[in-house]
Nanobody, 124 residues
Framework: QVQLVESGGGLVQAGGSLRLSCAASGRTFTMYAMGWFRQAPGKEREFVAATSRSGGSTIYADSVKGRFTISRDNAKNTVYLQMNSLKPEDTAVYYC?????????????????WGRGTQVTVSS
């Protein structure tokens, strides 16, 4: 089973960019599809993006499509979330998650391993 640690969050002005990283421990990283979720204060955790085991297939929430890019480097056991054209409504704690599916999925309940999250704050 992998353990996940996110980094790269911070405070940025609207229109700016951030890149989040999620480092996975263990030797089985390539057995997991990976996803990013986020949770704003007072709201439920929501899907952001996911990638397949190889990184060849990706899916996105409509709210971030065209602005965010998920990628992974299996040699470094790391998954990334490049966030451009950030908006105040992107403010949330961002979580990295892993599941055993072959293809990427939006389904929160399919992810069995979660990181502790990293805060992203976008000022207007």
């Amino acid at each position: 089973q992998v353990q996940l640690v996110e980094s790269g969050g911070g405070l940025v002005q609207a229109g700016g960019s951030l890149r989040l990283s999620c480092a996975a421990s263990g030797r089985t990283f390539t057995m997991y599809a990976m996803g990013w979720f986020r949770q704003a204060p007072g709201k439920e955790r929501e899907f952001v993006a996911a990638t397949s085991r190889s990184g060849g297939s990706t899916i996105y929430a409509d709210s971030v499509k065209g602005r965010f890019t998920i990628s992974r480097d299996n040699a470094k056991n790391t998954v990334y979330l490049q966030m451009n054209s950030l908006k105040p409504e992107d403010t949330a704690v961002y979580y990295c998650a892993a599941n055993r599916a072959i293809v990427p999925t939006r389904a929160y309940e399919s992810y069995g391993t979660w990181g502790r999250g990293t805060q992203v704050t976008v000022s207007s």
